[in-house]
């Protein structure tokens, strides 16, 4: 099979130009963010970094600082993220191991949650959370968060459990181990390389969610990245594209150095878990 | 420690895979379960070993009845085809596992397993994780951990499988001489019939959840019980020949054999020959044919010939022979060593 | 219970409970919601009792009888010996003497007017605004504009002004605050023409941005498929960050991309091509970039699955392609493709269902306008319910909308079930004590 | 309410007993504001210090903390939040939002009336301008006390309109001619396209509108004879010949090339630049435009560029108008009826003069009551005096309905509709019917 770049040179070509649209982009959102254009034009002029004073300064006095928003952000990408993986290395481990009565069910119930239109429930969830008393909490967006990606989160975590060997499984037991330390001791390090996917990709999810603390946390208390960065567009008194692009640049370096890092893991996720 | 399988019967939804099956195996004893895929054999494997529930039927090991014991408390070790060691711990914590699942401390762990794997001739590998290991230490590595934990019986699933040709030799005696040298009874999995017979004291050959003949592997050679127990066992096959008794065996029009001794028979039968009692240096009557096939095999050739009903018959004749294809032969039976079936395949 | 159903129930118990209050209790309120007129106006959770002045001209046509009304619309306040008493018990009796005297039998329409006379008391006013706002309600005889908690202190407040027996009934309905079961949400639905169109919208959104998704994430796989693994690498990255990239970041780019002073404008000009909202001119363009949008992040999850899944093809097959004369259009035609059968199928199915019930997306991008040309049926939902400029959420008709995808959820999902193999998926643990 | 009743006797019982330290918190939320508009919350705070100060000279310590918040997604997202804290037991004390949500938010026993705890006859509130208390007033009762006040007046640039052939003295009478109905807005639209034909703006700049729904719109169909409610029985009216005549005039100004056909959803920041330099010859927005064009857009001489009158009448049937649609101060339903009783003392307080001029001219908004043309800062303030002046003796304002708020968004997507030539004018109106009798029922007059 030939490789080459100079035989490719028509396919790099046409991906070269249907990713330009992209990679202008990526690239302005880069440049425009330390630099200052002309007026009307896009060619920067000066290079400055006035655009990120948001980080040392309040841009408008009603605004909460973008280090707590950034905490806040964190502490929920955070703990959804823990959340997903705990409820999900476990539920998925009894799907995909463990003999129980209505395993069927679940199962069907499992397939059947994991294409669920569930962003329609959002009315109902708010009801939920307004009973729990966790309306306009950090935690209560957590929870709903971390209960969305649930069904996801157990279906990659059985996909990867249904791949280790059941004779390890059974040897386990034979050496007189109970099923769960079998579990904790044998199978989950045999997931390992699934959770860690499972983790940085919930994690991402976390940290792009816009639309749950939009509706469920509007206090000023729970605002995250996506919410303060969405008000600071909105606010149509402020046209400042330098700006939006110095937050959102922000924003996204926690992405792009854990995709950095870690973008083998994250196509992995993809590779084990919707093998369908 | 003598393990009594008594009217066992399994079931998979319902499917029902064993019904009714008894087995016992002595003490010290190292018996063979041997079958085709999907004979049940593993399964018969896995409810002595607990991890499998028996559905109908009884499990006694010596006086204990273990019938419903769950795998972690029966006496029982296992070594699976693909060994199942823990990728994730090294040869010692892997051999250590069982008895650390005993709490035993630290010092007695180390020390059992040093025992052991001097026993098994892996002492040098016991810090490797076993991805670094060969096929054979693996099994080693496995056979170790099966046996550290000092159980009754060990359950071996066909432990030679993963193995390429050298090494299976190798481990045949290997396990043979741990499996003596411990004492333990033991079951072996298999469809291999020369690893059951060189390996086992019994074989228990099984075919569709039913155990069709239990008994020593010679025995089971010079006189098996069914058709199908001798189409099993010997390589190259028995050749089977469709006959009619009438106080002689009728080979279609032109070839005939005597009635063999002792067997009393009329009608349709099926006669087995099996390829080392037959041939032209055999003594005994003979039969007619063409030789329609020359397989050489270096010490001896594998020759085929079709007699004039187009049944086809196997002779192993040593090399530096002269015969070729399409020759007409006359070749004699060894009578005495063949086997007769009835049209349901019992021996006659 | 044995030992393993402990376990795998215990273990199953976290999820199950997540799955539980957050799908499972949501769906259940989502139906009942949609049988019922909740809004603003009649709050979530239940109501309360109230006949406001606005309420009076509608009851005769709740069946109320004239006779009651008037006696409702009646006035407010009025010094009478028994709300005197009342006062002088609070505020001593020479201030309800010169009130007597002053106002004895007189008939305030509103408090205002009350609390003015209580404020002019020659001898001793009340002073505080406090008191005399107490004291005004000592002399309260009407019931308009009263709260009540619950049905029964309704009725013994309309027993007490003497409302007749037979209108109590219709006068305590149409004094109910709350929402009420109803069927008219799905009437509405069905009649109301934009229902159409919002449907017609999500199934142009959905079929467009499949199609896209699909067909490019199979070119994007294939193409990098045949590239060094650097250059695949890189292009593979360009696609997946819109992936990973905040949603709100990402639409802003596009926002930049398109507005009338943004990078297509910009770089038009020169060609005298005016500038334009690119995204906003028309429905046309709109569309165009709501596709597109979603469709750069859908593309790359069928670039990673369709790229494993070529991975997965022996590549001895397009040796043997090569050795008999196949051109690379033919190896994918002939060879590859083929095989990709099953992760095509996939995506599809998985994207249906996940594109008919998002609008994250079109929210941040064009907010289902101009004109509502981009509003699907998922973006209605959510604006009817929960988001819009009056700030009137209509959560019953929104539970409505939600509810007929929650059916084509369940409905499409449970087809999946067949497809993919179930039986498979679900084949017996292999440990059974 | 009978048990706040309650609640208020056993307090003024206990009223005797001194009270030791107690601390209320108060939270405000305000919609729709900008930076400029800090005063919403600020004031509030001001009034909790004088409030405080007031208890400490009766000798109570009341402490009170004022959290303010504003940075929400837009109107929409505001009342969302409103709403759903609400419903969820924890709305914030007061909110400063249209008046428009008073006959919905009253009606799901969100507000309380504020005329529960203040007196309505005692300053400042007696100071206020009655029709402006009356639009903060619905079913006979005082619901809130009006924040700000502002109308939108129809802008146009006067240099466009000398070029176009009108005299310096022709351009100052331009507002009394068209309140007096002599110059309409299609005389409005024949200027405009000459403006556009002559180049003096470009095409689509002759007439360049709101780019969002808001209340601007209902004053076109004003323009137009249309009627929000009937007075007589409080219902809300569709007139179907002004809904028609409205949509055909902007479709007008769509075909005759004076507006965009995709002019809606143009980017705020683009049209305030636009419209405050001369890009534009007739537009229409908020009083509260003259800061955002004076200050960040730059125009250095309003008065010298650009004029402003009533929005003009379409027809003989309508009237020139202008709709003012001032921000309320409410006071939202607490457990605590004290916390109630606060909250509507500090939003009395946060109407004096002094406080409510600091936000009517910081944020270019107009006066709530008579006293503050007095001040010196008001006074000082040529747009405040002549917008009070022109404007506000004819503004009229939107009903409190509880099912405006559909009536409107209804209205607004069928004019949306037929601007973008989605719909005829005919279709559209067809359509918004149809929706109208659907969701409003029996609510609704169809004329």
Redesign the interface.
């Given at each position: 099979m030939n490789t080459s770049i100079k035989g490719n040179w028509i396919l790099i070509l046409a991906l070269t130009l249907f990713s330009a649209p992209l990679v202008i982009m990526y690239g302005f959102q880069l440049i425009d963010s330390v630099s200052r254009p002309a007026p009307g034009g896009i060619i920067p002029q000066e290079w400055e970094l006035t655009n990120w004073r948001f980080l040392w300064e309040p841009i408008?006095?009603?605004?909460p600082s973008i280090w707590r928003v950034t905490f806040n952000t964190f502490v929920f990408a955070s703990t959804t993220a823990l959340l997903v993986c705990a409820f999900s290395i476990t539920a998925a481990y009894a799907l995909s191991r463990l003999n129980f009565p209505a395993r069927r069910f679940f199962l069907a119930g499992l397939i059947m949650l994991h294409a669920f239109p569930t962003i329609t429930l959002i009315i109902a969830i708010?009801i939920v959370?307004?009973f729990l008393g966790l309306?306009?909490s950090l935690m209560g967006v957590i929870l709903v968060k971390a209960a969305l990606e649930l069904p996801f989160g157990i279906w990659i975590m059985k996909g990867f459990y249904d791949s280790v060997p059941w004779e390890i499984e059974m040897a386990g037991v034979q050496d007189g181990a109970s099923r769960f330390r079998v579990w904790w001791e044998l199978i989950l390090p045999q997931v390992k390389p699934g959770l860690s996917a499972l983790l940085i990709f919930s994690f991402l999810a976390g940290w792009s969610e816009f639309i749950l603390p939009?509706?469920l946390a509007?206090?000023?208390d729970a605002q995250v990245l996506a919410?303060y960065m969405?008000?600071v567009i909105?606010?149509?008194?402020?046209?400042d594209y330098g700006l939006f692009k110095a937050i959102g640049m922000f924003y996204a370096l926690p992405v792009i150095a854990i995709y950095l890092l870690f973008q083998k893991r994250l196509m992995n996720i993809y590779g084990g878990g919707t093998k369908g | 420690m003598q393990i009594k399988l008594q009217n066992f019967t399994k079931r998979f939804g319902d499917t029902t895979v064993i019904e009714d099956m008894s087995l016992s195996i002595a003490s010290g004893e190292m018996i063979a379960l041997l079958g085709p895929s999907g004979c049940g054999k593993s399964t018969t494997l896995f409810a002595i070993s607990g991890i499998h529930r028996i559905d109908g039927g009884s499990l006694h090991f010596g006086d204990r009845d273990v019938t419903t014991l769950p795998p972690q408390d029966r006496p029982v070790g296992v070594v699976f085809q693909n060994y199942a060691l823990y990728p994730h711990m090294s040869v010692a914590e892997n051999i250590g596992f069982p008895l650390r699942v005993q709490k035993l401390n630290t010092a007695e762990i180390k020390r059992r397993v040093g025992e052991m794997a001097e026993l098994v001739q892996i002492g040098n590998l016991l810090k490797r994780r076993p991805q670094q290991l060969s096929g054979g230490q693996q099994q080693r590595v496995a056979l170790a951990r099966a046996l550290v934990r000092k159980p009754d019986v060990l359950l071996l699933d066909e432990p030679l499988a993963n193995l390429d040709a050298k090494l299976r030799l190798e481990m045949r005696s290997e396990i043979r001489r741990l499996q003596r040298e411990t004492g333990i009874t033991a079951i072996l999995v298999t469809h291999d019939q020369i690893e059951a017979m060189s390996m086992c004291d019994r074989i228990a050959l099984m075919r569709d959840g039913q155990i069709e003949q239990i008994s020593t592997p010679s025995e089971m050679y010079e006189r098996p019980a069914s058709h199908y127990v001798a189409g099993f066992l010997g390589n190259p096959p028995i050749s089977f020949l469709k006959a009619e008794a009438n106080g002689k065996l009728m080979l279609g029009a032109e070839n005939s054999l005597p009635m063999p001794q002792g067997v009393d028979a009329s009608g349709p039968i099926t006669l087995g020959i099996r390829p080392e009692h037959f041939g032209p240096q055999h003594q005994g009557p003979t039969v007619t044919g063409r030789v329609s096939f020359i397989e050489p095999q270096g010490r001896e050739d594998l020759i085929d010939v079709t007699l004039p009903d187009n049944q086809r018959l196997r002779a192993i004749v040593p090399a530096g022979h002269d015969f070729a294809l399409g020759q007409d032969v006359n070749w004699q039976v060894d009578l005495s060593r063949t086997h007769l079936f009835n049209a349901e395949g019992n021996r006659l | 219970m044995n030992r393993q159903t402990l376990l795998g129930w215990s273990f199953l118990s976290p999820a199950l409970m997540a799955v539980v209050m957050f799908f499972l209790l949501p769906v259940i309120l989502t139906v009942v919601f949609a049988f019922t007129n909740m809004?603003?106006?009649?709050?979530?959770?239940g109501?309360?009792y109230q006949i406001?002045?606005?309420d009076l001209?509608?009851l005769p046509?709740a069946g109320v009888s004239n006779e009651s009304v008037e006696m409702l619309a009646g006035a407010g306040y009025a010094v009478r010996p028994e709300t005197l008493a009342l006062f002088a018990s609070?505020f001593g009796d020479e201030r309800a003497d010169e009130l007597d005297a002053l106002h004895g039998g007189a008939v305030f329409d509103?408090?205002?007017a009350i609390?003015?006379a209580l404020?002019d008391l020659r001898r001793d006013p009340i002073r505080?605004?406090?008191?005399?706002?107490?004291a005004a309600?000592m002399f309260r005889i009407s019931i308009?504009?009263?709260?009540?908690p619950t049905e029964a202190?309704f009725a013994d407040a309309i027993a007490d002004i003497g409302v007749p027996d037979a209108d109590r009934a219709a006068l305590t309905e149409a004094a109910y605050?709350g929402w009420t079961f109803t069927t008219q949400n799905f009437?509405?639905l069905w009649?109301?023409?934009?229902t159409w169109r919002y449907a017609m919208n999500s199934v142009v959104y959905v079929v467009l941005t499949l199609a896209f998704n699909v067909s490019f994430g199979l070119f994007l796989a294939f193409s990098t498929f045949y590239l060094p693994t650097r250059t695949a690498q890189t292009f593979r990255a360009i696609w997946f960050l819109p992936r990973i990239l905040p949603p709100v970041l990402y639409v802003l780019m596009w926002q930049w991309l398109t507005?009338?002073?943004g990078f297509i404008s910009t770089i038009l000009r020169p060609f005298g091509i005016e500038p334009?909202?690119w995204m906003?001119?028309?429905?046309t363009h709109a569309w165009t970039f709501i596709v597109l949008i979603n469709g750069c992040v859908g593309a790359s999850l069928g670039m990673i699955l369709f790229s494993s899944s070529l991975r997965a093809i022996p590549e001895t097959q397009l040796y043997a392609a090569q050795v008999d004369g196949a051109n690379r259009w033919q190896q994918v035609r002939f060879v590859l493709l083929p095989q990709m059968r099953w992760p095509i199928l996939f995506i599809t199915s998985y994207q249906t269902l996940s594109l008919l019930t998002s609008f994250e997306y079109i929210l941040l991008a064009?907010d289902g306008?101009?004109?509502?040309?981009t509003e699907v049926w998922a973006l209605a939902a959510y604006h009817t319910a929960?988001?819009?400029?009056?700030?009137?959420?209509?959560y019953g008709l929104g539970a409505a909308y939600a509810l007929a995808l929650v059916i084509i959820g369940i409905l499409l999902s449970a087809l999946y079930l067949r497809f993919f193999n179930f039986r498979e998926l679900v084949a017996k643990p292999r440990i059974e004590q | 309410?009978?048990q706040m009743?309650c609640a208020?006797?056993l307090?003024?019982a206990t009223?005797a007993t001194p009270v030791l330290a107690e601390d209320i918190n108060i939270t405000v939320w305000a919609g729709g504001?900008?930076?400029?508009d800090?005063y919403r919350?600020d004031n509030i705070k001001i009034a909790a210090d004088i409030l405080s100060r007031e208890a400490a000279i009766r000798g109570e310590e009341l402490n009170i903390t004022v959290e303010?918040?504003?940075?929400?997604?837009?109107?929409?997202?505001?009342?969302?939040?409103?709403?759903?804290?609400a419903?969820?037991?924890?709305a914030p004390n007061i909110v400063v939002?249209?008046h428009?949500?008073i006959?919905?938010?009253a009606?799901?026993?969100?507000i309380v009336?504020v005329?529960?705890?203040?007196?309505?006859?005692?300053w400042p509130l007696n100071n206020v301008y009655s029709n402006l208390m009356e639009i903060a007033a619905y079913?006979?009762?005082q619901w809130g006390v009006p924040q700000d006040a502002e109308s939108r007046p129809f802008f146009f640039w006067k240099e466009t309109m000398e070029k176009l052939g009108y005299s310096a003295a022709d351009i100052d009478a331009m507002a009394a001619r068209v309140q007096a109905g002599e110059y309409t807005l299609r005389d409005m639209l024949a200027d405009a396209k000459k403006a556009v034909d002559m180049g003096l703006v470009e095409e689509g700049y002759g007439f360049y509108p709101r780019v969002?729904?808001?209340p601007d719109y209902a004053q076109f169909y004003q323009s137009f004879g249309g009627e929000l409610m009937d007075p007589d029985?409080?219902k809300l009216v569709l007139d179907r010949t002004a809904m028609t005549e409205m949509y055909q005039f902007f479709v007008d100004a769509v075909e005759a090339g004076v507006t965009r056909?995709?002019h809606?959803?143009?980017?705020?920041?683009?049209w305030y630049s636009e419209v405050a330099n001369g890009k534009a010859a007739f537009w229409h927005g908020g009083t509260w435009h003259y800061g955002?064009y004076t200050g960040?857009e730059g125009n250095e001489d309003f008065f010298g560029t650009i004029g402003f009158t009533l929005i003009p009448a379409g027809n003989e049937a309508g009237r020139a108008n202008t709709v003012t649609h001032p921000l309320v101060y409410l006071v939202t339903d607490q457990e605590e009826d004290r916390a109630e009783?606060i909250a509507a003392q500090l939003v009395s307080i946060a109407s004096e003069p002094r406080l409510n001029t600091l936000h009517a001219i910081a944020s270019s908004h107009l006066a709530i009551g008579k006293a503050e043309a007095a001040l010196d800062l008001y006074a000082g303030d040529r747009w405040a005096s002549e917008a009070t002046e022109v404007l506000l003796p004819h503004a009229n304002a939107q009903p409190n309905h509880?099912?405006?708020?559909?009536f409107?968004?209804a209205m607004?997507?069928g004019l949306?509709?037929a601007?973008?030539g989605?719909q005829t004018p005919e279709e559209a109106v067809a359509?918004i019917e149809?929706?109208m009798s659907?969701?409003l029922g029996?609510e609704l007059i169809i004329r």
């Amino acid at each position: 099979m030939n490789t080459s770049i100079k035989g490719n040179w028509i396919l790099i070509l046409a991906l070269t130009l249907f990713s330009a649209p992209l990679v202008i982009m990526y690239g302005f959102q880069l440049i425009d963010s330390v630099s200052r254009p002309a007026p009307g034009g896009i060619i920067p002029q000066e290079w400055e970094l006035t655009n990120w004073r948001f980080l040392w300064e309040p841009i408008d006095s009603a605004r909460p600082s973008i280090w707590r928003v950034t905490f806040n952000t964190f502490v929920f990408a955070s703990t959804t993220a823990l959340l997903v993986c705990a409820f999900s290395i476990t539920a998925a481990y009894a799907l995909s191991r463990l003999n129980f009565p209505a395993r069927r069910f679940f199962l069907a119930g499992l397939i059947m949650l994991h294409a669920f239109p569930t962003i329609t429930l959002i009315i109902a969830i708010f009801i939920v959370l307004q009973f729990l008393g966790l309306y306009d909490s950090l935690m209560g967006v957590i929870l709903v968060k971390a209960a969305l990606e649930l069904p996801f989160g157990i279906w990659i975590m059985k996909g990867f459990y249904d791949s280790v060997p059941w004779e390890i499984e059974m040897a386990g037991v034979q050496d007189g181990a109970s099923r769960f330390r079998v579990w904790w001791e044998l199978i989950l390090p045999q997931v390992k390389p699934g959770l860690s996917a499972l983790l940085i990709f919930s994690f991402l999810a976390g940290w792009s969610e816009f639309i749950l603390p939009l509706v469920l946390a509007p206090g000023a208390d729970a605002q995250v990245l996506a919410t303060y960065m969405n008000a600071v567009i909105a606010d149509d008194t402020r046209p400042d594209y330098g700006l939006f692009k110095a937050i959102g640049m922000f924003y996204a370096l926690p992405v792009i150095a854990i995709y950095l890092l870690f973008q083998k893991r994250l196509m992995n996720i993809y590779g084990g878990g919707t093998k369908g | 420690m003598q393990i009594k399988l008594q009217n066992f019967t399994k079931r998979f939804g319902d499917t029902t895979v064993i019904e009714d099956m008894s087995l016992s195996i002595a003490s010290g004893e190292m018996i063979a379960l041997l079958g085709p895929s999907g004979c049940g054999k593993s399964t018969t494997l896995f409810a002595i070993s607990g991890i499998h529930r028996i559905d109908g039927g009884s499990l006694h090991f010596g006086d204990r009845d273990v019938t419903t014991l769950p795998p972690q408390d029966r006496p029982v070790g296992v070594v699976f085809q693909n060994y199942a060691l823990y990728p994730h711990m090294s040869v010692a914590e892997n051999i250590g596992f069982p008895l650390r699942v005993q709490k035993l401390n630290t010092a007695e762990i180390k020390r059992r397993v040093g025992e052991m794997a001097e026993l098994v001739q892996i002492g040098n590998l016991l810090k490797r994780r076993p991805q670094q290991l060969s096929g054979g230490q693996q099994q080693r590595v496995a056979l170790a951990r099966a046996l550290v934990r000092k159980p009754d019986v060990l359950l071996l699933d066909e432990p030679l499988a993963n193995l390429d040709a050298k090494l299976r030799l190798e481990m045949r005696s290997e396990i043979r001489r741990l499996q003596r040298e411990t004492g333990i009874t033991a079951i072996l999995v298999t469809h291999d019939q020369i690893e059951a017979m060189s390996m086992c004291d019994r074989i228990a050959l099984m075919r569709d959840g039913q155990i069709e003949q239990i008994s020593t592997p010679s025995e089971m050679y010079e006189r098996p019980a069914s058709h199908y127990v001798a189409g099993f066992l010997g390589n190259p096959p028995i050749s089977f020949l469709k006959a009619e008794a009438n106080g002689k065996l009728m080979l279609g029009a032109e070839n005939s054999l005597p009635m063999p001794q002792g067997v009393d028979a009329s009608g349709p039968i099926t006669l087995g020959i099996r390829p080392e009692h037959f041939g032209p240096q055999h003594q005994g009557p003979t039969v007619t044919g063409r030789v329609s096939f020359i397989e050489p095999q270096g010490r001896e050739d594998l020759i085929d010939v079709t007699l004039p009903d187009n049944q086809r018959l196997r002779a192993i004749v040593p090399a530096g022979h002269d015969f070729a294809l399409g020759q007409d032969v006359n070749w004699q039976v060894d009578l005495s060593r063949t086997h007769l079936f009835n049209a349901e395949g019992n021996r006659l | 219970m044995n030992r393993q159903t402990l376990l795998g129930w215990s273990f199953l118990s976290p999820a199950l409970m997540a799955v539980v209050m957050f799908f499972l209790l949501p769906v259940i309120l989502t139906v009942v919601f949609a049988f019922t007129n909740m809004s603003t106006s009649t709050g979530i959770l239940g109501g309360e009792y109230q006949i406001s002045e606005s309420d009076l001209r509608r009851l005769p046509a709740a069946g109320v009888s004239n006779e009651s009304v008037e006696m409702l619309a009646g006035a407010g306040y009025a010094v009478r010996p028994e709300t005197l008493a009342l006062f002088a018990s609070d505020f001593g009796d020479e201030r309800a003497d010169e009130l007597d005297a002053l106002h004895g039998g007189a008939v305030f329409d509103d408090r205002r007017a009350i609390e003015r006379a209580l404020k002019d008391l020659r001898r001793d006013p009340i002073r505080s605004v406090r008191d005399r706002k107490a004291a005004a309600e000592m002399f309260r005889i009407s019931i308009l504009g009263q709260r009540y908690p619950t049905e029964a202190a309704f009725a013994d407040a309309i027993a007490d002004i003497g409302v007749p027996d037979a209108d109590r009934a219709a006068l305590t309905e149409a004094a109910y605050t709350g929402w009420t079961f109803t069927t008219q949400n799905f009437e509405l639905l069905w009649e109301l023409p934009a229902t159409w169109r919002y449907a017609m919208n999500s199934v142009v959104y959905v079929v467009l941005t499949l199609a896209f998704n699909v067909s490019f994430g199979l070119f994007l796989a294939f193409s990098t498929f045949y590239l060094p693994t650097r250059t695949a690498q890189t292009f593979r990255a360009i696609w997946f960050l819109p992936r990973i990239l905040p949603p709100v970041l990402y639409v802003l780019m596009w926002q930049w991309l398109t507005w009338d002073q943004g990078f297509i404008s910009t770089i038009l000009r020169p060609f005298g091509i005016e500038p334009i909202n690119w995204m906003r001119h028309t429905a046309t363009h709109a569309w165009t970039f709501i596709v597109l949008i979603n469709g750069c992040v859908g593309a790359s999850l069928g670039m990673i699955l369709f790229s494993s899944s070529l991975r997965a093809i022996p590549e001895t097959q397009l040796y043997a392609a090569q050795v008999d004369g196949a051109n690379r259009w033919q190896q994918v035609r002939f060879v590859l493709l083929p095989q990709m059968r099953w992760p095509i199928l996939f995506i599809t199915s998985y994207q249906t269902l996940s594109l008919l019930t998002s609008f994250e997306y079109i929210l941040l991008a064009t907010d289902g306008g101009p004109g509502r040309q981009t509003e699907v049926w998922a973006l209605a939902a959510y604006h009817t319910a929960l988001s819009n400029y009056g700030g009137n959420l209509e959560y019953g008709l929104g539970a409505a909308y939600a509810l007929a995808l929650v059916i084509i959820g369940i409905l499409l999902s449970a087809l999946y079930l067949r497809f993919f193999n179930f039986r498979e998926l679900v084949a017996k643990p292999r440990i059974e004590q | 309410m009978k048990q706040m009743t309650c609640a208020l006797a056993l307090l003024a019982a206990t009223a005797a007993t001194p009270v030791l330290a107690e601390d209320i918190n108060i939270t405000v939320w305000a919609g729709g504001s900008n930076d400029s508009d800090h005063y919403r919350i600020d004031n509030i705070k001001i009034a909790a210090d004088i409030l405080s100060r007031e208890a400490a000279i009766r000798g109570e310590e009341l402490n009170i903390t004022v959290e303010g918040k504003r940075d929400f997604d837009g109107w929409d997202g505001f009342k969302q939040a409103v709403t759903l804290g609400a419903e969820a037991g924890n709305a914030p004390n007061i909110v400063v939002t249209s008046h428009l949500d008073i006959a919905p938010w009253a009606s799901a026993g969100y507000i309380v009336p504020v005329e529960d705890y203040i007196d309505l006859d005692a300053w400042p509130l007696n100071n206020v301008y009655s029709n402006l208390m009356e639009i903060a007033a619905y079913d006979g009762m005082q619901w809130g006390v009006p924040q700000d006040a502002e109308s939108r007046p129809f802008f146009f640039w006067k240099e466009t309109m000398e070029k176009l052939g009108y005299s310096a003295a022709d351009i100052d009478a331009m507002a009394a001619r068209v309140q007096a109905g002599e110059y309409t807005l299609r005389d409005m639209l024949a200027d405009a396209k000459k403006a556009v034909d002559m180049g003096l703006v470009e095409e689509g700049y002759g007439f360049y509108p709101r780019v969002s729904n808001g209340p601007d719109y209902a004053q076109f169909y004003q323009s137009f004879g249309g009627e929000l409610m009937d007075p007589d029985t409080g219902k809300l009216v569709l007139d179907r010949t002004a809904m028609t005549e409205m949509y055909q005039f902007f479709v007008d100004a769509v075909e005759a090339g004076v507006t965009r056909k995709n002019h809606i959803g143009t980017d705020w920041d683009q049209w305030y630049s636009e419209v405050a330099n001369g890009k534009a010859a007739f537009w229409h927005g908020g009083t509260w435009h003259y800061g955002r064009y004076t200050g960040k857009e730059g125009n250095e001489d309003f008065f010298g560029t650009i004029g402003f009158t009533l929005i003009p009448a379409g027809n003989e049937a309508g009237r020139a108008n202008t709709v003012t649609h001032p921000l309320v101060y409410l006071v939202t339903d607490q457990e605590e009826d004290r916390a109630e009783e606060i909250a509507a003392q500090l939003v009395s307080i946060a109407s004096e003069p002094r406080l409510n001029t600091l936000h009517a001219i910081a944020s270019s908004h107009l006066a709530i009551g008579k006293a503050e043309a007095a001040l010196d800062l008001y006074a000082g303030d040529r747009w405040a005096s002549e917008a009070t002046e022109v404007l506000l003796p004819h503004a009229n304002a939107q009903p409190n309905h509880p099912s405006y708020g559909a009536f409107s968004e209804a209205m607004f997507k069928g004019l949306e509709a037929a601007w973008s030539g989605v719909q005829t004018p005919e279709e559209a109106v067809a359509e918004i019917e149809a929706q109208m009798s659907a969701t409003l029922g029996d609510e609704l007059i169809i004329r």
